[in-house]
Nanobody, 127 residues
């Protein structure tokens, strides 16, 4: 059984930066696609960014392109989401997930298509 633990969330002013981490245990991370998702109160879950299986291909939601960067460190079994130029509309609970997804499907997949999910970390952007 894999376990994913998110960290790095917090409160930041607009224009600020945060780096989220997703530490994985019980799996070999290099064999999985990684996705970052978020959910704001009253809204549906939204795919933010992901890295698909096998190829070093990354995908981003239009709302975060140019501001967020997804990465992984397989040796540390950890994935990251660097968030710059944060906006109030980025406020949400952010979740990481891993699974066997290819191409852009890693960004649009249904919840059950990912194998494991973390518990989430709160990001609040306000002045």
């Amino acid at each position: 059984q894999a376990q994913l633990v998110e960290s790095g969330g917090g409160s930041v002013q607009p224009g600020g930066s945060l780096r989220l981490s997703c530490a994985a245990s019980g799996v070999t991370l290099e064999y999985y696609a990684i996705g970052w998702f978020r959910q704001a109160p009253g809204k549906e879950r939204e795919g933010v960014s992901c890295i698909s299986n096998w190829e070093p291909k990354t995908y981003y939601a239009d709302s975060v392109k140019g501001r967020f960067t997804i990465s992984r460190d397989n040796a540390k079994s950890t994935a990251y989401l660097q968030m710059n130029s944060l906006k109030p509309e980025d406020t949400a609970v952010y979740y990481c997930a891993i699974g066997g997804l290819y191409g852009s499907s890693c960004l649009t997949a249904l919840d059950y298509e990912y194998d494991y999910w973390g518990q989430g970390t709160q990001v609040t952007v306000s002045s």
